[in-house]
């Protein structure tokens, strides 16, 4: 018989991720779940309180729908079956029912900027590591291996916490090959993009009128373009746009890559899609310091889905594909395999 894996899903980004890997492993039975949890974040699930994350209603919805568009075997909250891996994109929930799995964590992106509540759960190890957001991932070290975008992230995860040990530099899958996105049929060039970030529907201060009068300054004439984060209230902000830059054109759907790589200049906060800017060359602002984004930048090898299959393999004990076997030290992934 197969062996089984479940892939965790969570939101379209990592989702597709976790379809690249899976398509790497033909091999194995894989089956793919909406993100889920169980005890107080269920109940918390169920009161609307956490809408705003994977957990809810709408973005699990989303994956679901994704799911069954491309016709991959679902197994609703892992339940389904007695897996040999589990492949997860957080540590900050572990599910009851894979604790005593073997457990690889696939990087999604960037992630938040180390806050008071990262700090509140590293030093009173009772708070529950979600408390601190994707800041936090990583530092439980409750895993059998942690997937990482370079040896940026992973210079940065073991500051954090992160045993070494457990750290695989493999790239993640969709930032592995920023060139890629040049190929696309979106309708406009040379703009300024803005990549908006979903900071207040996760209760957290954002300054909309300062970031929008900024991109306009940053813009200096030329055309606007505001790509609206997934998670956000599209009629609201759509229309707080429309009063400070009623030229900008305002999309709450498509590739943000895409729109990315036709761009001149990309202005965002906090969003992954500063990565395919910086790994493409764009001109690039953020409130985070570019130094240290520059240091994270994804490496590009064009290859992670295949490194992360090896790693699973390598986990479940089979035999790995790769001639060389992907290093938990410094040493850097080859960029072609």
């Given at each position: 018989?197969?062996?089984?894996?479940?892939?965790?899903?969570?939101?379209?980004?990592?989702?597709?991720?976790?379809?690249?890997?899976?398509?790497?492993?033909?091999?194995?039975?894989?089956?793919?779940?909406?993100?889920?949890?169980?005890?107080?974040?269920?109940?918390?699930?169920?009161l609307k309180l956490v809408e705003?994350?994977?957990?809810?209603?709408?973005?699990?919805?989303?994956?679901?729908?994704?799911?069954?568009?491309?016709?991959?075997?679902?197994?609703?909250?892992?339940?389904?079956?007695?897996?040999?891996?589990?492949?997860?994109?957080?540590?900050?929930?572990?599910?009851?029912?894979?604790?005593?799995?073997?457990?690889?964590?696939?990087?999604?992106?960037?992630?938040?900027?180390?806050?008071?509540?990262?700090?509140?759960?590293?030093?009173?190890?009772?708070?529950?590591?979600?408390?601190?957001?994707?800041?936090?991932?990583?530092?439980?070290?409750?895993?059998?291996?942690?997937?990482?975008?370079?040896?940026?992230?992973?210079?940065?995860?073991?500051?954090?916490?992160?045993?070494?040990?457990?750290?695989?530099?493999?790239?993640?899958?969709?930032?592995?090959?920023?060139?890629?996105?040049?190929?696309?049929?979106?309708?406009?060039?040379?703009?300024?993009?803005?990549?908006?970030?979903?900071?207040?529907?996760?209760?957290?201060?954002?300054?909309?009128?300062?970031?929008?009068?900024?991109?306009?300054?940053?813009?200096?004439?030329?055309?606007?373009?505001?790509?609206?984060?997934?998670?956000?209230?599209?009629?609201?902000?759509?229309?707080?746009?429309?009063?400070?830059?009623?030229?900008?054109?305002?999309?709450?759907?498509?590739?943000?890559?895409?729109?990315?790589?036709?761009?001149?200049?990309?202005?965002?906060?906090?969003?992954?899609?500063?990565?395919?800017?910086?790994?493409?060359g764009k001109e690039v602002y953020?409130?985070?310091d570019m130094d240290e984004l520059?240091?994270?930048?994804?490496?590009?090898?064009?290859?992670?889905?295949?490194?992360?299959?090896?790693?699973?393999?390598?986990?479940?004990?089979?035999?790995?594909?790769?001639?060389?076997?992907?290093?938990?030290?410094?040493?850097?992934?080859?960029?072609?395999?």
């Open positions: 018989m197969k062996k089984k894996i479940l892939f965790i899903c969570g939101s379209m980004n990592i989702t597709t991720q976790m379809q690249q890997i899976a398509q790497e492993l033909p091999e194995y039975d894989k089956y793919f779940t909406p993100f889920y949890a169980d005890g107080f974040i269920k109940i918390l699930n169920k705003f994350t994977i957990i809810g209603d709408k973005r699990a919805g989303e994956c679901r729908r994704y799911l069954e568009k491309q016709q991959l075997p679902i197994a609703y909250g892992g339940t389904q079956h007695d897996y040999d891996l589990v492949v997860t994109c957080s540590d900050l929930v572990v599910q009851k029912n894979i604790k005593d799995k073997k457990r690889i964590v696939v990087q999604e992106g960037i992630t938040d900027p180390e806050r008071f509540s990262f700090h509140l759960v590293k030093t009173f190890k009772f708070l529950p590591k979600w408390f601190a957001g994707t800041s936090a991932n990583g530092i439980s070290n409750n895993f059998d291996y942690y997937c990482v975008a370079g040896e940026g992230y992973r210079e940065l995860f073991i500051r954090k916490g992160v045993q070494p040990e457990k750290i695989r530099v493999t790239g993640i899958p969709n930032f592995d090959n920023c060139q890629k996105y040049y190929d696309n049929d979106f309708p406009h060039k040379g703009y300024v993009l803005v990549c908006t970030s979903d900071l207040r529907e996760k209760f957290r201060y954002e300054n909309r009128k300062k970031f929008i009068k900024k991109a306009l300054e940053i813009a200096n004439g030329r055309q606007l373009i505001f790509k609206l984060h997934p998670n956000e209230k599209f009629e609201r902000r759509t229309a707080e746009i429309k009063k400070l830059a009623p030229d900008a054109l305002v999309y709450t759907s498509g590739s943000a890559e895409e729109m990315i790589a036709n761009a001149e200049a990309l202005i965002t906060s906090y969003s992954s899609t500063i990565y395919v800017g910086l790994a493409l953020s409130v985070l520059r240091q994270l930048t994804p490496v590009q090898n064009g290859c992670a889905a295949r490194h992360i299959a090896d790693v699973c393999r390598e986990l479940i004990g089979d035999e790995q594909s790769l001639d060389e076997p992907i290093s938990s030290t410094k040493k850097q992934i080859p960029a072609h395999a």
